[in-house]
């Protein structure tokens, strides 16, 4: 089973509580959407347990250190438990996709996305569908929304799960792999101290 715990766009009161949850965590963190408001997070991230992908609203603090981390997945794959994650960030999409699908790296591919991508029944640029063909994803998890959700939304499109992880602050999300691929995804509350 991999747990990913998806972090998107932190405030400042979930800061210390959250700083917190992540270090006892066991499974990969996926920092996602602008941290401005939350660097402590960033300490958190090892190589290997976790990956980030940065939003237009991000500063260069943040990138960089992310960078230093050497866990900013912007147009290239990283590795962490068997799984590989890729970056989509919203200002380089395209250029960020060729990137991607010119990459390699062995184990389960995830792409990352701070852009909600379009499904068929929706009209968006590009489909969500299309993205994990081009990088032959089997995951997509569009994060870093700027709407909360009571739920995160996982759906199935042609042979990609596609998860909207619009959890505030986090979203978990459980990925069996076996015969089939099984993708289970929820909010989870932080315990204010």
């Known amino acids: 089973m991999l747990r990913l715990l998806v972090v998107s766009s932190p405030r400042f ?8 949850f992540l270090k006892g965590f066991e499974g990969i963190v996926v920092l996602c959407g602008d941290l401005s408001h939350c660097y402590e997070v960033i300490h958190c991230c090892r190589p290997g347990k976790c990956v980030a992908i940065t939003s237009l ?7 960089k250190a992310l960078r230093e981390l050497g866990v900013l997945a912007m147009g290239k794959w990283l590795e962490a438990e068997g799984a590989c994650f890729g ?19 062995e184990g389960i591919r995830i792409a990352l996305s701070t852009q ?13 569908p299309d993205v994990c063909k081009a990088l032959g994803a089997r995951i ?12 995160p939304r996982v ?6 799960v596609v998860v ?6 986090i979203t978990l999300i ?10 289970k995804a929820r909010c989870i509350e932080i315990a204010k101290s």
């Open 116 to 128: 909600r991508l379009g499904y068929d029944s929706v009209v968006g640029w590009p489909r969500a």
């Open 174 to 183: 459980e990925v069996a792999k076996g015969e089939g691929l099984s993708v």
């Open 140 to 151: 997509l998890i569009v994060c870093g929304c700027s709407e909360p959700c009571a739920e």
């Open 164 to 169: 909207e992880a619009c959890c505030r602050p």
């Open 155 to 160: 759906v199935s499109v042609d042979e990609c």
């Open 57 to 63: 609203l991000s500063d260069v603090y943040e990138v």
């Open 87 to 105: 970056g989509i960030d919203a200002r380089n999409v395209s250029q960020c996709i060729e990137l991607l699908s010119r990459g390699s790296c």
């Open 13 to 20: 009161e979930e800061c210390s509580d959250l700083e917190a």
